[in-house]
């Protein structure tokens, strides 16, 4: 994934990455991905594994990824211990981020400076989180309520400690289905950017002004997270078919979900700046 974020950070875009908990969330990714010629992120986590676990999941990402020739990445998304990280790296996840966020910064660069040793014996590109990034819905299941705003100093001395190859922060970004609009902190993101020469990962991109995306890219944000609007259009598709007829054979319900994706998919790697950079 390091390779992709940093071809983005120089290029001014940034790769979008997708949630995708089963084959053919991962299949319409990949191909609207190739047929935009587009890098791309296939991310799971704690929130899927209840579906398939780590191992099921790299399987039949990399299985679904043999098809396509887009250069594309499998993250682990809010790792949220060392054991689910280990689970990752021997699945074949390319990326993996383990979210101590919440926790004080000692233990967040100690345990972030392990994965980095883990993780990069095997080629394999860290993330991690300082900052909180909260979520603005109960139905969202990544990050807790609250959020706290990422301090560039700390920043600093968090990337020199651990050596992780990408940094999420917190400027205001939130996960879930925002309720009132966002306001990114521009003045922070800056700060951020100037003392730390990493790609920036944007948490909690569903739901963004164009706008806003557009500038935070400009400033330093490498990979974009979208997950909501994802499991929304997935979710409400579903409850469309089956509402329209209740008995409907659930391949077929599944199949007009799959294809419910392909305008959002298209919107997000047009939003980014990544169309054409494969
Ligand atoms: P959204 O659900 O708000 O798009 O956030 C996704 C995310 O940041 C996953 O880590």
């Known amino acids: 994934m390091a390779e992709l974020l940093v071809a983005a950070r120089a290029g001014g875009y940034a790769v979008p990455s997708f949630c995708a908990w089963n084959a053919e969330v991962m299949e319409i990714v990949l191909r609207v991905a190739q047929d935009l010629r587009s890098p791309v992120i296939v991310m799971n986590g704690p929130g899927e594994f209840s579906l398939l676990v780590p191992a099921l999941m790299g399987a039949v990402a990399h299985t679904v990824a043999r098809g396509f020739t887009v250069p594309a990445a499998l993250h682990l998304d809010h790792g949220d211990s060392m054991e ?13 981020m383990l979210d101590y966020s919440n926790r004080p910064f000692a233990e967040n660069a100690g ?5 980095v040793t883990l993780a990069h ?24 309520g609250d959020s706290t705003l990422t ?47 990493l790609p920036l990962v944007l948490h909690g991109g569903s739901g963004t002004p164009p706008a806003d995306i557009q500038r935070a890219i400009a400033l330093g944000m490498a990979k974009v997270n979208v997950a909501t609007e994802i499991v929304a259009t997935w979710r409400e598709t579903l409850y469309g078919q089956w509402g329209a007829k209740q008995n409907l054979w659930a391949p077929q319900a599944m199949a007009e979900a799959k294809k419910a994706l392909v305008p959002v998919v298209q919107k997000w790697i047009r939003l980014t700046g990544a169309e054409g950079r494969a």
């Open 84 to 96: 689910m990280v280990q689970a990752c790296l021997e699945a074949g996840y390319t990326s993996v």
């Open 121 to 144: 014996a095997l080629g394999v590109t860290v993330e991690g989180e300082l900052g909180h990034v909260g979520k603005v819905d109960t139905v969202t299941v990544e990050g807790t």
């Open 111 to 115: 345990a972030l400076r392990q994965v």
């Open 151 to 197: 301090e560039p100093g700390e920043a600093a001395a968090y990337v020199e400690q651990t050596g992780v190859d990408a940094l999420a922060v917190s400027i205001g970004n939130a996960h879930g289905q925002y309720t009132k609009l966002p306001k990114f902190d521009f003045a922070r993101l800056e700060k951020i950017r100037a003392a730390v020469r």
